[in-house]
């Protein structure tokens, strides 16, 4: 007899055996005993949870002639129908294979003919979001006049791409994440009926990395009682899912936290030389540092976090992960500016020690950067003043600023992808990338960060930021460096003094008052008229509230 996975055989085959979700449950269980279920359910919920399995025990419901205390009783004529994989009144369609086009327009045409068999017609729809927009539009017309013998059961993990003309018309019943205790007892369960030795910590840890789907942890369970020949560990969990133990974790935080760049990186490349997955070994040492924050209320601990949640995100979507997480290391060892010189000089020299060469598609060798902070430290009596610095490049932005040569910007600032490997500016390049330009002129741009401590940094080293601009993409400008929360106070600023036609003029940097009136400066006066078009120019004006003065 051909072996069949532990998922596939511990299949729910009715609602009592449905884990972790007793609100749907509840929900479906108590309208098919009260004869007020809907033509038409929308399950919704992370992959693995049940709804697939739950859907197809609804239309076994719904066909059984013999409910016992809300159970298919098995032995009934459509309960048999209905259970057999060539009942014809039972419809499976996987929009995530081929779009149900084709599928959709069968439906359409077949939907009114009463069933064969059972008594309802049950459509269960797969991965829903996937359809096209033409069987979406076939669909809501089935949807909208459905014959009473048809039933449809949409499933989807993306509920936010499901058109709510569908949402409207369907009974949405979520399907959380399933919690620990309830996946943990399901886990012990199978082990025992299987004979498969684990310890309690190798449980936990697939607990942990399942995230809510059981299926997946009945899957690492299968995969590990095959994998090992004794009693299954935590090490051998950390070994099947690309994972290293906790004291590990553990050892690589307190090297991050001490800005041991050397051994980081080290370790790192020894991990992605052995097959680890770098981004769940990142994803546990974001929980580590998340832990020691909430008990040391250290912000400087809280900052480190921002760089790692940022790099996570592009790791997961990019071919250079183990090089995002090396530069988000550096980042990391430079953020509060406490290493010298020296260090810096022998960091450079192990980022490209570290770093292998990367071959393109075209197997043409291109030789990967040093990710390193520009050593020229540049004279910081220039930013001693460092707000008031921000408030005349923010005021002389505002002199001229323009959406188009915003739009010329930004348009340019995809052309930054062409420099990340770059030997000289590949660093500053990856931090520039993070920033979002927001307002610009001919000679000033103001950048946006999402977080405060990226602000803080990058307008310490402008020169360097300036250089690599100039240098790459031939963008010749002052930079300045604002956070999205000022960014939201000084839009509204902008546009009050606008609408008080206050006159935006040059003003030297090193000076601090706004309307000296000895500076030699360039006035702007814009009449009642150009007031708010101009705002709208530079702004969307729809997306702007100003709340009048009480």
Known sequence: MNYQALYRKYRPQNLNEVYGQQVAVNILKNAILKK????????????????????????????????????????????????????????????????????????????????????????????????????????????????????????????????????????????????????????????????????DQALMEIVNVSDGGLRDAIGMLDMASSYSNDTITDEDIYVINGNVSISEIENLTNLILKRDLNSCIKLINEYSDSGKDLVKILEKIIYDLKDKMLEEKDKNICSILEILIDTINKMKFSVISKVLFEVAIFKICYLDGKKDENELQNDQKVIADKIPVEKNKDEKSIQTVEKTIDTDTHDVKEINDNSTLKNARVNNTFVDANKQILVEIKNKWQKLNDYTFDREYGASVCELLDAVPLAASNTHLILGFSYESFVEKGNMYLKKYEDALRKTINLDVKLIFVSSTEWQKIKKEYIENLKNNVKYSYIEEQKTALDNDEEKSKSVSLGDNDMLNKANELFDMSKIEIKENM
Request: glycine letters at 4%; charged letters at 25%.
């Open 36 to 199: 007020h279920f809907s033509h038409a359910y929308l399950f919704t919920g992370s992959r693995g949870n049940g709804k697939t399995s739950v859907a197809k025990i609804v239309a076994r419901m719904v066909n059984c002639e013999n409910l016992i205390d809300g159970m298919p009783c098995g032995e009934c004529e459509g309960c048999k129908n209905s259970a057999s994989n060539s009942c014809v009144d039972i419809l499976e369609i996987d929009a995530a294979s081929n779009n149900g086009v084709d599928e959709i327009r069968e439906l359409k045409s077949k939907v009114n003919l009463i069933p064969s068999l059972l008594k309802y017609k049950v459509y269960i729809i797969d991965e829903v979001h996937m359809l096209t927009d033409s069987a979406f539009n076939a669909l809501l017309k089935t949807l909208e006049e459905p014959p009473e013998h048809a039933i449809f059961i949409l499933a989807t993990t993306e509920l936010h791409k499901v058109p709510t003309t569908i949402i409207s018309r369907c009974q949405t019943i979520e399907f959380k994440k399933i919690n620990n205790a309830d996946m943990l007892a399901r886990l012990k369960e199978i082990s025992q009926k299987e004979n498969i030795k684990i310890t």
